[in-house]
């Protein structure tokens, strides 16, 4: 049975269909409208085109920058402001003609390395999404656990763990508080960290040039990331225990992030022997779109099981 996923992100859209096997038979992207009817209609179109290709109505799952609200029925929490209020999943189920799954789009990144990528196999999986932001997911025995609030798995939005005398006066986070894990992973915070320490401008790719180039500076920067992604993923591990931590989003191409991680974790956790590995995820940046074609796929499946069991 093919399946259709959709990436709604701030900047761009994009839609893959996979077969029963999890091959793509589709993949595309568009420029995301920044505004609700144009990004509805552009995934009706998207929609339709995979239908056509595919020859039938596939489930849809549709991952975003946000979530939806248990209380409401509408979008939370999404940094793409103009979906914020708005009953995504039944306008979209409306104008596709089907039931569809509308999830974080951290959790399908998750949900994406559990099925067939680096946690496949493992029965506890945490999904780091490292980019512009700092989020997660979290799945159980191939499930997605959202929590009653549907916020399970937001880490960055914790204090970073066992601060450092001058990590205690990091700048007010977009949520509000003050020094979020999110205000030292995620890309800004690395740039910005590198010119407080050297008074550089540099991007994180000549950070990261700069480091293989054996710059002093550039060495440390990188350091002190794995130290604070150490710190903060062991506040996790504590308390959740995963068989398997996978990195996604674009920080987690820094040169041997996963390995340098892993190796730092263990003088953190609460334990006489360290033994959670960190993993780059193995689907790239397609991980995303293909998490949410399985959550479309899952979520039919629950369906159909609840109308036989009733």
Partial sequence: MSTIGIDLGGTKTEIIALDDHGVEVLRRRAATPRQYSGTLQ???????????????????????????????????????????????????????????????????????????????????????????????????DGRILEGAQRIAGEWGHNPLPWPLAE???????????????????????????????????????????????QHPGAIATLERYVQRLARSLAGVVNILDPDV?????????????????????????????????VRQNRHGDASGVRGAAWLGASAISDQASTFNSS
């Fill in 167 to 213: 990590e205690r006066n990091e700048s007010v986070c977009y949520c509000g508080q003050r020094g979020c894990i999110e205000m030292f992973l995620s890309g800004p915070s690395l740039e910005r960290d590198h010119h407080i320490r050297s008074g550089e401008n540099r991007r994180t790719r000549e950070i990261v040039s700069d480091a293989g180039d």
């Fill in 245 to 277: 931590i996978v990195l996604g989003g674009g920080l987690s191409n820094l040169p041997e992030l996963a390995p340098r991680t892993e190796a730092a974790l263990g003088q953190y956790l609460f334990t006489d022997q360290a033994i959670t590995p």
């Fill in 42 to 140: 552009l995934i009706e179109d998207m929609v339709a085109e995979a239908d056509r290709i595919i020859g039938r109505k596939a489930s849809v799952g549709v991952g975003i920058p946000g979530t939806i609200s248990p209380l409401t029925g509408q979008v939370k929490n999404a940094n793409s402001t103009w979906l914020i209020g708005h009953a995504l999943d039944r306008d979209l189920s409306a104008r596709l003609h089907r039931p569809l799954a509308v999830m974080n789009d951290a959790n399908c990144f998750a949900l994406s390395e559990a099925t067939d990528g680096a946690g496949a196999g493992c029965k506890v999986v945490f999904g780091v999404i490292l980019g512009t932001g700092v989020g997660g997911g979290i799945v159980i």
